[in-house]
Every structure is written in structure tokens, then in C-alpha cells.
């Protein structure tokens, strides 16, 4: 892949000025201080409320220091990354001028860090939105589309606060879609979690999130909004959740509930075919999967960084097995170098058009 | 596929004796005369509670009756079919005396039915068992030994009422593997379903069964059962549900999470490909992911017959779309003719010994 570019669309900072706001506060999501002064983050639903979780994780500068990002970057050969706000991003805060204008600093931040010259041209981001406030994300998105290196905003699945498919949504999307930007659709809250047993945090992880993308971007397919907006171009976290896996079930039951099916101009894997994926899915057996639903020039390498570090060794000098095993996922499908260099950043720089 | 036999292995029937059950009670699952004297099924948690769909939907003696099945199996070229109770089985029964002597009742009918001469050597059955009590659980797994045509016993994923990673169940996993029988796990509360919006029950069918039979899976991996039971054999509903594209990323976040892994011999898809997956899937990209995961040679064909009718036509002379798709799914599997014949009936013969 060497004289292709490496291109990370999944890769996530808290800004300093996110950082003081989660130093800031009383409940979750919040950064605590342990005993020895290290910064912990507690973000998840819940965590706080868990025993082996409630003092959250350890985390380090690789959180907030564009340094230690373009460091990662180096370690693994990663020439280009797509940054964009850690989860839960906006979406616990109130719908006050502050919060809008908070939105707006943290993309102006984002703007910034992207072009300065310590980045040398090989940052790029995704935007954040007050997205419980469907008007004023309309007018942040305007903000965003004339910022030289921002490429779209990265959404959790809550919007307004009724999901993604709700109606209140439609002139958000509209926006975006005229704007040319992306949505890199991210889980948070995760689905199912209380049916997770007792084994921490590891299977909301594992399953819960990929069930949230599942769901949300179902919802968004049944409500019709493709066919409304059909340039609404949207970027799937993990490969999409479990989608590729379950697409013929979704078209089987759709197809037969025709009360559901007759609103829509498609099937449902119509739709999933327009999508794009990224390739955290740490195994090739899934990424293969996409590849086969909807084409491997759709599908674009990330990392997911800072989040999954080394279990052991420095982290910031160790390379880390979780972007290795992303690595190794792509490898793994079948194909000529074409198909890799695509996957690794070529899709990424045609379709996010990061020149 | 002429020469070798076609076997489905997920097929259901509501024995008379169940649906005297289901005509004779006032809650959920249920069922219900319409004005035209038609049954009604309502089986789902909540099912009852939406107007769309809490007058069920309508069945017939597709549901109840041998003769159906056997001619549902001669319209699709399935010579052996290993029928089993369709859900929600004995869940929702005390653990009484009565409750324990219906599971014996309908086993024993499974029995007669199989044997029959109208059924000609060609069905073969999963039994039920009265799971919330695991030890007349115990009980009824040696009788279902005894009888000639049962191979394993089909379960939900509630065990006793507290999940199947419940130690309590642990006896009852020893004697299952014991016995050289086989537990189909299926779906049937559905996981997430406070999630899915207004889109009727087509997102619980479609997502929340097989997040359901993940979870399930999952908590059962993480509970080191397979450590302590490496023989017990379990086949999983719909192609395992997501598992097989969650793989890398359950592997990941376990191995991320040490407190969870060190409780573990190996990583979770060790213990993935040792189950056995039916081919319930509807589209080749699953089925080709399930056969890159585990190897064709654990994976079996099925239909959900009665389930998934028709949507236009007699349903007793028309082919239905639902299997048309789930074979299409297996020829669209790379490889030669072995293994097609494989999965679409040659593994069940030898796995479940169909002879």
C-alpha cells in the first residue's frame, strides 16, 4: 500500500474546550480525578452506576493533544485522519444559545487545529451539532460547509431527541445533503444494555453500539427519508453495525409486513447499498461481508483511536492491536492492492474529497 | 442438489394438544376466533398492546397439521424435516406438575407424530422442555433420549428466568451434552424492542430476534460454559443472529476488557466455531460470512416454516418466497456442489444423525 494514502475516517479527539466542560460536571459525561491525579472518563449510560466502571477509564493526553494524534498517526503509517468529537458529543446539553454557541467554538477549534501548520495539511473533520435543536443545527451546518477542512458532522442517533427518523429531522438532512457535507453516524447510549448480564461494560461495546447503528439507520431507512433525499450521504460506524449481516432478514420481513413495505419506493438493502461503511470491525470475516453487500469502494479504514489503546507497553511508542486487527480485516479481503489502497484511503479521499 | 437430501432443520408446528393450550387463555401468547372464524395468533411480548398488530394474524392448519407439513415439504423438494414447537414453547407455564407432565405429553406426541407411517422415516424433532424448572428440565431430557426420532431439545434464551448463562442451568447443559443431544436455540422476546419506533413488528422480527439469539450467545461464551462443557452442541437460529459479523468485535472488546478475559480459556470466535448455525438468512452475504466464520460444514438449511407465508396466492400450492430466498442464499455460496448438498441437507443427516 505504500505509495497509496492511509486515511483514518473513525478517530476521535475531546477538545481542550470539551475536556474543561466534562471536567466541569457532576454527572456523566464527565472526567473525575483519581486519587493518583489521573484524568478518568466516565461516558457511557450507566457506567457511573456499575461498580467496576463507575470511576471510569484512565485516559491521557492521546484524548485531547493534536501531537500525540499526528504521533498515532505516524506510529502507524496513517498519512490522513478525519477527526471528529468523541460521543457523546452535544447531545446531553440543553437547547440554549450557549449550547449553540459552544457548537460553534468547537467547530471553529476543530477549523483550526485542521489547518494549522503542525497538521501540514493531513487533518480533516467532521463537525459537531446542538442536534436537540434541529434549527440550530441547520444554521451550524451552514457554518460547517464554508470551513476549508471540515467534511460533514458526526451524529449520534437520538436527534431531537425522538430518533433519527423523526419528521423535525427532515430540514437538518435537507441541509446537509444541499451543504454536500457527510454524516458519520456514531453510536452512544447502545441497545439492549439490560440484557447484558454481568460482565461490565464489554458487551455494550461489543454488542450494544452496533445494535444502536442497526437500529437508527433501519429507522431511517423505513421512514422513507432516502427516497425523500436521496444524495443524504451517510457514513456507518463499524461497518454499519450488524447491517451487511442482516440485510436479506430486514428485506424478508419488511417484504412481508406490506403495511411497512408499501411506504417505500425499495427494499431496504436498496438503501444499505447507498451507504457508506467504515472498517472497525477487527476481523475480516464481517468487513468481507460488507464488501460483498455493498461494494468495496465504500467502505473506508479507521481506527477508532484513542479509544481500544495497548494492553501493555507505552502507548504512545507501542503500535496498538486494535488498529492492527482493523488492518489485517482489510488484508484479508480478496482482491488486488486496488481493492486495499481503497479501503485503506483512496475511497476516503475520492468520496470525502480530502485533497 | 438432485442426488443428495434435502433436510430443514427450522421448521415449527403448534402440536394440537399446544394450540388447545393457546385457544384456552386470556393473556398473550394466545389465540383468538376473528368474526370470520378465522384463528388469530398473538405470540410476541407487547403484541397485543399495538393496534396494528394485537388482533395477530391469521392462521391456519398450516400450523397444527402433518399432513400440511409433509406437503409444504414435497412443494419444495425437502425430503427430512426436524420440526420443533414454535415459540414461545413452555416459557410462560409454572413449574408445576402439570406444566412438567405437558412437556412429557408434547414430546411424546412429537414422538408419534415422527413415526407414524404417514410420515414415511421423512421428520424427525426437536422436544421441549419446561425450562423455568431446571431440574424436571433434567428429567425430561432423559426421556427425550429415549425417543427415536428426537435429536435435541429447542430453547429459548430466558433458561430459568434469569438468561442461559444462569449456573443453575449448568446440570442441565451436562445432562443435554450427556445425552448426545442437541439444543436448537431460537428467539422470542426480541432485544431492543422499546427501540424500534412505529413500524409495527417488522423491526422486532428483523433485528431484535437475532440481537436476542447474540446476547443469548454471547453471555453464554462469557460464562465459560463451553470451558467447562467442550461438547455441548448448540444450534443457533438464524445463522447465529449477528455473531458471526460481530466476531472480530466481540474478540476485541473482550480482549480490551481483562477483567472479562481472563475468565476465558480462549477468545469468543474460538468458541463460535463450535456451534452449529442454520442458514435462516435470506440473502448470501450472511450466509457466506457464517461459512467464513465456522466452515460450511456447520451450517444447515431452514425455512421458518409456517412462518413467513406467501403474500400472495394459496399458500399450500404456491412456493413460498421465504425459503425461495434462503436457498438462493445457500447456492450463492462459493464452492461446488458438496458443499451446497452440504448445507442444504448432508450436514444435519451426519451432525444430527438422520439415518
Not at 485542521?114 to 459537531?128: K, M, N, Q, Y
Not at 476549508?148 to 430540514?171: K, Q, S
Not at 446537509?176 to 447502545?190: E, K, N, R, S
Not at 469502494?297 to 502507548?315: A, H, S, V, Y
Amino acid at each position: 500500500m505504500s505509495n497509496s494514502k492511509v486515511v483514518d475516517v473513525h478517530t476521535h479527539v475531546y477538545l481542550p474546550r470539551y475536556m474543561d466542560l466534562l471536567r466541569s460536571r457532576a454527572e456523566v459525561p464527565r472526567v473525575i480525578l483519581d486519587d493518583l491525579g489521573q484524568d478518568r472518563l466516565v461516558i457511557l449510560p450507566g457506567e457511573d452506576k456499575e461498580s467496576s466502571t463507575k470511576r471510569g477509564r484512565p485516559i491521557g493526553d492521546e484524548y485531547w493533544s493534536m501531537k500525540r494524534k499526528l504521533e498515532f498517526m505516524d506510529l502507524h503509517g496513517i498519512d490522513v485522519s478525519v477527526i471528529s468529537l468523541a460521543n457523546p458529543w452535544l447531545d446531553f446539553l440543553p437547547t440554549t444559545q450557549e449550547t449553540f454557541e459552544f457548537a460553534t467554538a468547537l467547530n471553529q477549534d476543530l477549523s483550526t487545529v485542521c489547518t494549522s501548520s503542525d497538521a501540514g495539511g493531513r487533518l480533516f473533520a467532521f463537525g459537531v451539532l446542538p442536534t436537540l435543536s434541529p434549527s440550530a443545527s441547520v444554521a451550524e451546518v451552514h457554518r460547517i460547509a464554508q470551513l476549508p477542512h471540515l467534511r460533514g458532522v458526526i451524529m449520534g442517533t437520538i436527534g431531537a431527541g425522538r430518533g433519527l427518523d423523526d419528521p423535525e429531522l427532515i430540514p437538518l438532512f435537507q441541509a446537509i445533503a444541499d451543504a454536500g457535507l457527510t454524516i458519520f453516524l456514531h453510536p452512544h447510549h447502545g441497545v439492549g444494555n439490560e440484557h447484558f448480564g454481568g460482565y461490565g461494560h464489554s458487551l455494550s461495546l461489543a454488542l450494544g453500539f452496533p445494535f444502536e447503528t442497526t437500529v437508527a439507520v433501519s429507522r431511517l431507512i423505513l421512514s422513507g427519508i432516502f427516497d425523500r433525499i436521496p444524495n443524504l450521504r451517510i457514513l456507518l460506524a463499524h461497518s454499519g453495525g450488524t447491517l451487511p449481516f442482516l440485510a436479506g432478514r430486514l428485506d424478508s420481513c419488511v417484504a412481508h409486513d406490506p403495511a411497512v413495505a408499501e411506504k417505500l419506493q425499495h427494499p431496504p438493502t436498496y438503501y444499505l447499498k447507498r451507504l457508506y461503511y467504515d472498517a472497525v470491525i477487527y476481523h475480516d470475516t464481517g468487513l468481507k461481508a460488507t464488501v460483498d453487500l455493498v461494494g468495496a469502494d465504500r467502505i473506508m479504514f479507521g481506527t477508532d483511536n484513542p479509544f481500544f489503546p495497548p494492553l501493555k507497553g507505552e502507548k504512545h511508542v507501542t503500535r496498538w492491536m486494535s488498529v492492527d486487527k482493523n488492518i489485517e480485516a482489510v488484508k484479508g479481503v480478496p482482491g488486488e492492492e486496488k481493492v486495499w489502497n481503497g479501503i485503506m484511503g483512496e475511497n476516503a479521499v475520492r468520496i470525502l474529497n480530502l485533497k
